[in-house]
């Protein structure tokens, strides 16, 4: 998007908002369709999680693309915005049985990463078919908070309880349709991601009545210069040969299923927040904007660096700035950053804003959580309201508590 229509929107909504290219997300899922388009079978699942507003899932179906989800809440988005149910899969990790039994009653591919789990699933129903979610134990990207394929991780069940799966599947007489991995969120070496695969391949073979093999997400894309980004056209190149290979031996046109949430929608997004003021102390030039860690926590929780760029001065010279928020705390969304001359009033952006970065945002301090707005066919569009005050106020329940006899003992 050019500069000019982020400052109107700015304008046009107030700021601190989100606002989110339509243009780019499209892009981006034609860029993996067509990097697979040898394969016969190929399902994206857009991961929900990464940002869940029922217009942003709406125009993702449109593209054609299934939804992947991980709590029941994002089921009923999902249903809310039109998927069909055999077009969402239900990736949950540690929720309750309860919960799943739900969601499998609403028509929802489930898919399975616990033992215990999948035993009592299995024994009640043995007639659903479920996924089963496979730790392969490959360490994907640097970073062990986002990447979940480690021996450490939560998720999945270890490739080495194979024969413990096979065990529980033979006594509930249970129906695999599809087997599961999704080993972090940071691809940067595809050979990393194929040696993952190939152990996948190996599982699949252990189950006779396969419907897909679905191998998660974890595509990397650049958040400043110099970062790596995943090459998606060449995995879809050497994955594409090994998984249609891989359907010839096990003799079945299998479903590839992929999972993506930030390569979909983390570039297509803006955060556009006002520069409140500009503070020198002895040691540098603050930049605070009229936000902080409760609207995009990603440079706090993760140490993501997000670049910034001055929409309101593009052309100023280059200074050297903190760029920090308006809460009573420590938020800091970049340090001692080159940036175009920054003024009190300036409108700054902050870029790679689509994927968890508005769904993580919350109301700390009482402040509201930011409109959004979808940039579509040369027109914003508002997608979600700012919050009011009311919102804040809207599940608290008051108690009396004007009675004048002290419950203190004297
Ligand atoms: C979060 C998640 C994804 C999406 O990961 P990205 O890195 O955003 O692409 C995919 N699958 C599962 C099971 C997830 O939990």
Redesign the pocket.
Known sequence: MKKEQLLNIAQEFGSPVYVYDAHKIESQYKRLTSAFSNVKNLKINY?A??LSNISILKFLKNLGSGL?T?SIQEVQLGLVAGFKAQNIIF?PNGVSLEEIEEVAKLGVQINIDNLSILEQFGSKHPDIPVCIRINPHVMAGGNTNISVGHIDSKFGISIHQIPHILRIVENTNMHINGIHM?TG?DILDIDVFLYASEILFETAKNFKSLEFIDF????KVPYKKGDIETNIEELGKKLTTRFNEFCESYGKELTLAF?????LVSEAGFFLAKVNVVKQTTSTVFAQVDSGFNHLIRPMLYGSQHEIINISNPDGRERFYSVVGYICETDTFANNRRINEINEGDILAFKNAG?YCFTMASNYNSRFRPAEVLWYNNKAHLIRKHETFDDLLINQVTVDLSKKKSAVKK
């Open positions: 991961a999680k990464a992947d991980v990736t999704h969120s998660g997400s974890g595509f999972e993506p949430g930030k390569f994927a």
